[in-house]
């Protein structure tokens, strides 16, 4: 099925996939140079911090269990705790060594050749170790799943399902949502079914949320993110599209049913975001692309985007566990 090129993985990328099962409190790190003393205040990250064994582990770097990272700075110094979203998806791996739940590029159903997609099972995964947000006065962390995960800034505890998202079903929101001056949230979701549609919302830190706008498309686009400007909303659908059907019926982790087609064009879709209306569509060449930058819109009445462009989707190749003997992708 393969349509793009697989690269070979790079041993330097062998460090991303090193497990790193301590669950840390350090008072102060080691410092090289000079902090500001005037540098105060939290830098929280997340990502996988383990992945499992084999045959039954993460296959691939977006699928290992959500850490998250907190560096507290404070008068010249730095401290440094790290601490697991106690998840669903944690309990499965760690406690009984296998992905208990559907993964970017991990697939329990898929791997127990179960003709129910999984896609189409509400279970799911909770393990949110793409971003970080604050909605409120909560820390949320996310995936692309509709199961935003809420924990403690101070602690890193986990607290639990911090919001409802709207939408049930196969449907795959943004984890790099934008936030307006009201400090509400702006997101897009992926609805995937016999009439698949982009679907932008507004959520409040109260959990209300509004429709802003809904775009029939056929094949979706993986859309990892998007951009937001004063006056509107822009989508980017790349040439790696997925055929819902193919979703529901192939025997294939999510990421795997996404096809590249660098005979298509990439389209910008520009959604007026007070009236949600798509105002037009705009052609570029064909790119795939993970993150937005920035977004304006200018004095002339252009758009200036801002993005990280790749050729075509091979990077995602690059990211599979090394312990797996072959890489298969899109
Ligand atoms: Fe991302």
Redesign the pocket.
Known sequence: MSDIRTLPVLEDYAGWFAPQENELSIDALPVEGRIPAWLTGTLLRNGPGYFGERPRGARHLLDGLAMLHKFAFTEGRVSYANRFLRTKAYQALREDGRIGYREFASDPCRRLTDPIASLFDPRYTDNAS??VIRLGSRLVALTETPLPVAFDPDTLETLGVAYDTPGRGPVSPS??PHFDRTGAMINVQVHYGLRSSYRVYRQTATGGFRLLSKIPVTRPAYL??FAVTERHVILIESPFRVNPLELATARRPFIESYRWRPDRPTTFLIIDRHTGRLKGRRETDPMFF??TVNAYDDTDGDIVLDLCAYPDPSLICLLYTLTLPTKRIV
């Open positions: 793409v971003n984890a790099h990892h993110s993970f993150h």
